[in-house]
């Protein structure tokens, strides 16, 4: 523990590593000999933080740069005590020598509530505990909201916090699911800030300090996010499942058409892949700082979603605040077998497809633009329409506006056009197909006259066959037509046309 190792140092000055850091950094022996000559050049400087940039004078918890350094300490700090924490270490160090601070004052800083939702984590919830010890970040408290664990998680997590000189509060409750658990840890949060802290991921030591000097630079940023490491458990590198998520999820915000430091959520919003893979560019809870009065302000995780219940909540957000962009790997996410995302993809409940419903209907979405509601819409019917067959195809009727039939047929019809002929057998063998089908029947579709957009789809298509006089039209463009059976009575169009 950092902690502790400062009050057993014995030498003349403290270098304090990281195990973390030395992972992906290489320490150079000058780093000492460099920092020596300059505190010994510079007696008025008590800590210093160096790297392959060169000397940090005068850093503090405030200062990003500071983060990506190893950090060089007098002996003398190191001489309070063995219950010396981290923050204390900083508070004496920017101390003048009448003991007045004057760059860092801890008691100014944002207080963090860093909130661990548990449930039977005990396997990896001291490791997760042990990455918010090393925090450079002073101002902290853990409250750790338990979903009604039946393993030895609570027990070793208070075990290992009592032996650390973090601020803590552990609230066991009977089963509330991972949004309401998460929204319980919230709602004992006393901080300006909220970070979440799954059981299983870890934070690398800079994190919420890098995080927080964004967050602060702007009172209507209402989230920060970082590209995040990808960590497979012991044992578990050569599982498909956790492979696949691994190759489709890395960096998963390079998916925005454009990313900036900090930037109003209403433009990532109108962002033309804002629904397109990877779905969630932000990221997991662990890689994400909220400020605390946005959470609440949009109410927080939806207890009735059962996936994308962060995502929801990272685009309610983004319809009302700022987000910023740390381009840093600051969070671990850990894969292993136990993990919910990994259980819904082999139970084939990898999307929520309510999530999409609610994007679509719900006022909380208002403000999205309707081409992006209709999508929604679309991927909701395809990937939902078991509920509209099985002998009950006319139900879809019954439970959907016409003016949404249209726009699920106009996706359908476009969506036809963009298939390669490769992909096509796969897609005609689909749900796709059955929600083609579906629609082709549909009575009340079959009577009502074209809106405009649907006239020029119609019309384009019946223009390109007779101007290119084909000797045999694309299956793409007859599966397309075939939508528009009133519209389109020509001779070559015969229901189901088959695909060689």
Not at 157 to 164: D, P, R, V, Y
Not at 324 to 352: C, E, W
Request: charged share 20%; with cysteine; proline share 5%.
């Amino acid at each position: 523990m950092l902690n502790q190792a400062i009050g057993y140092s014995q030498g003349d000055y403290i270098f304090l590593l990281n195990n973390l850091l030395i992972e992906h950094r290489q320490i150079s022996s000058s780093y000492i000999s460099q920092g020596i000559d300059y505190l010994n050049q510079h007696p008025e400087i008590n800590l210093i933080g160096i790297d392959a940039t060169g000397i940090h004078p005068s850093v503090t918890p405030a200062h990003s740069s500071i983060f990506n350094s190893h950090f060089l300490f007098w002996r003398s700090l190191g001489s309070i005590g063995s219950n010396l924490h981290l923050s204390e270490v900083f508070r004496a160090s920017t101390a003048e020598p009448n003991g007045d601070t004057t760059t860092f004052h801890i008691e100014e800083l944002p207080l963090v509530s860093l909130c661990i939702p548990t449930y039977n984590g005990e396997l990896f919830i001291q490791a997760a505990l042990a990455s918010i010890v090393t925090q450079t970040y002073p101002q902290l408290e853990v409250i750790i909201s338990d979903d009604g664990s039946g393993d030895r998680t609570l027990v070793r997590a208070e075990n290992f916090l009592m032996q650390s000189n973090l601020k803590f509060s552990i609230h066991p409750h009977p089963c509330y699911g991972i949004a309401g658990n998460c929204n319980h840890a919230a709602s004992k949060a006393q901080g300006k800030y909220i970070k979440f802290l799954f059981q299983d991921d870890l934070l690398r030591p800079n994190c919420i300090a890098a995080l927080v000097t964004l967050a602060e630079e702007d009172e209507e940023i209402g989230l920060v996010f970082s590209d995040r490491e990808m960590l497979f458990s012991s044992g578990s590198e050569t599982d498909p499942d956790l492979q696949t998520i691994y190759r489709d999820f890395q960096r998963v915000y390079q998916g925005w058409t454009t990313l900036d430091r900090i930037q109003p959520g209403s433009e990532l919003l109108k962002d033309p892949q804002l629904l397109h893979h990877p779905i969630n560019k932000i990221g997991e809870p662990s890689t994400v700082l909220l400020r605390r009065s946005a959470f609440w302000q949009v109410g927080g995780f939806d207890p009735r979603l059962n996936q994308l219940v962060d995502l929801d909540l990272w685009l309610r957000i983004l319809t009302r605040f700022k987000a910023g962009f740390v381009d840093q790997v600051l969070s671990g996410f850990r894969l292993h077998p136990q993990q919910k995302t990994y259980q819904n993809i082999r139970n084939q409940m990898a999307t929520d497809w309510n999530f999409y419903w609610k994007v679509y209907h719900h006022s909380d979405y208002d403000s999205l633009q309707p081409d992006f509601r209709y999508q929604a819409l679309w991927i909701y019917t395809v990937n939902f329409i078991g509920a509209y067959i099985r002998g009950q195809e006319t139900s879809i009727s019954q439970r959907m506006p016409l003016e949404h039939l249209r726009r699920i047929r106009f996706w359908v019809a476009r969506d036809w056009l963009k298939c390669s002929d490769q992909n096509l057998q796969t897609l005609y063998d689909s749900d796709f197909r059955k929600v083609h089908r579906i629609l082709s029947r549909n009575k009340q579709l079959k009577t009502e006259p074209l809106m405009t957009f649907e006239e020029y789809h119609v019309n384009s298509l019946l223009q390109f066959v007779a101007q290119n006089q084909l000797k045999a039209i694309p299956a793409q463009i007859l599966l397309s037509l075939e939508l528009y059976p009133t519209q389109t009575s020509l001779p070559f169009l015969k229901p189901n046309p088959k695909i060689s």
